[in-house]
């Protein structure tokens, strides 16, 4: 089955500029990362640091390969994966009780325990990466395809940023709705 290209792109385009943030995020604040990779206790003490690199190398990779046409089928599956192993260290760490900590998805400007939520939400968009790397119908790409893509990807990013916040702002508002019951 092929899929629109133009769908395609908005995929590509919103999940290469999610990799970038967080990212960005990543490198500006790496010794906050680097404790957060440490906080969830999935590699030895002597490994965070190399590994906290690597995912920033992996997530750079994502990035480039969803913006270079050619290597879009191994940039989706790598983002796919990345995701699943980031749903997977989020739910092996609600499984042991852990939800108190920093999920380390936007930096410390949104800091958020980790929950349900962020499992589902990694999820989806692991699907949404395998989906980006998709068989494309032959079909030119016009001026309104662009604009399609342009108003589609602020429309997500949108959706995106407000879901981030609300679920950052979603433990400060328990807190205060059982002040006042």
């Known amino acids: 089955m092929f899929h629109d290209p133009a769908t395609l792109l908005v995929l590509r ?10 990212c960005v995020h990543k490198l500006r604040q790496f010794g906050e990362f680097r404790d957060t990779v ?10 965070v640091t190399p590994a906290a690199l690597l995912v920033i190398a992996i997530e750079l990779f994502v990035v480039a390969a969803l913006l270079v046409s050619a ?9 796919a994966a990345v995701l699943s192993v980031y749903a997977a260290a989020i739910g092996i760490n609600l499984a042991r009780g852990r939800d108190s900590i920093d999920c380390g998805c936007s930096g410390a400007a949104l800091r958020q325990p980790i929950s349900g939520w962020l499992v589902l939400r990694n999820l989806l968009l692991a699907g949404a990466a395998w ?3 998709a068989a494309v119908a032959e ?3 016009g001026p309104w395809d662009y604009a399609l893509t342009l108003v589609a990807l602020c429309a997500l990013l949108s959706l ?19 002040a006042y019951d």
């Open 160 to 178: 995106y940023l407000a879901t981030e916040q609300l679920l950052a702002n979603a433990p400060r508002s328990r807190r205060l709705s059982s």
């Open 131 to 133: 989906w980006a790397g």
């Open 38 to 47: 440490a906080d969830y206790e999935l590699v030895p003490p002597a490994l």
């Open 13 to 22: 385009f919103a999940l290469a500029l999610l990799f970038a943030t967080a």
């Open 71 to 79: 290597w879009v089928p191994a940039g989706s599956i790598v983002a």
């Open 139 to 141: 079909r030119a790409l």
